[in-house]
């Protein structure tokens, strides 16, 4: 009798065990449901409503250029949603300025895409068609200009970015120490290893190709110390430097 009751009792507790599962199961599934409401809500604010949306354009970096050539070469697509604004596009279009040598765009929550840029530096100039054409170190033009630069002037056959002497002149160029660069007239090469400097008072400087530029720099301001009154001084070969008068 006691096994019959037993068994009995225990049909009649089953189905209350299974009750509190079910109604855990049922708490989940409506915390799984509101997880994705809330992430689909914060979804939708971000990407397809107007909350986050580029309102603003800040542009640094600029010199020659202006914030407003940057904005508008740029042509963020203000009002959109700013996780929707494609910022690859965005950097193509500034790097398209031939003022622009490097951009990088980025989103400055919350409102802001953030454009900064790094400018070409005129090295150089060429004359052509009664103006000056202000380069960079890789023969791109920069600017013109119709009064001469204080800038060295570039003197070969064919001043583009893709010439081996061009690129040879304005390698020395740039790796001259500032007070001897301030000095430079002219720079002139017929080939890449030909790279001569012309100094006030037609003093020549000899220099060669760009390589060791540093020792040949240094050479060069040891040489002239010790003979002034020297008219080419040729340190295309630092270690076996010479001067003629």
Do not use: C
């Amino acid at each position: 009798m006691s096994t019959t009751r037993d068994r009995a009792s225990a049909r009649e507790v089953r189905p209350d065990d299974r009750r509190p599962r079910r109604r855990g199961g049922r708490m989940w599934l409506l915390g799984l449901v509101l997880v994705v409401l809330l992430a689909g809500g914060w979804t939708y604010v971000i990407y397809g409503s107007t909350v986050f949306a580029a309102d603003r354009v800040a542009v640094t970096g600029t010199h020659r250029l202006t914030a407003a050539q940057v904005r508008a070469a740029a042509a963020v697509p203000v009002g959109t949603p700013l996780a929707r604004v494609d910022l690859r596009a965005v950097q193509a279009r500034v790097a398209s300025l031939v003022q622009v040598a490097a951009v990088k765009a980025y989103r400055d929550w919350p409102d802001t895409v953030h454009i900064s840029v790094r400018e070409r530096v005129p090295v150089a100039a060429v004359q052509r068609n009664g103006a000056w054409w202000l380069v960079d170190r890789t023969a791109v033009v920069v600017a013109r200009s119709t009064a001469r630069p204080q800038l060295p002037a570039l003197s070969v056959a064919n001043p583009e970015p893709d010439d081996a002497a061009t690129r040879s002149a304005l390698a020395v160029v740039v790796a001259l120490p500032r007070p001897l660069a301030r000095q430079v007239h002219t720079v002139s090469a017929a080939t890449p290893d030909s790279v001569s400097l012309q100094l006030a008072k037609h003093v020549v400087v000899v220099w060669g190709n760009a390589d060791r530029s540093d020792r040949k720099a240094r050479v060069f301001t040891t040489l002239r110390k010790a003979q002034p009154h020297g008219r080419v001084y040729d340190v295309s070969s630092p270690d076996v430097a010479t001067v003629r008068r």
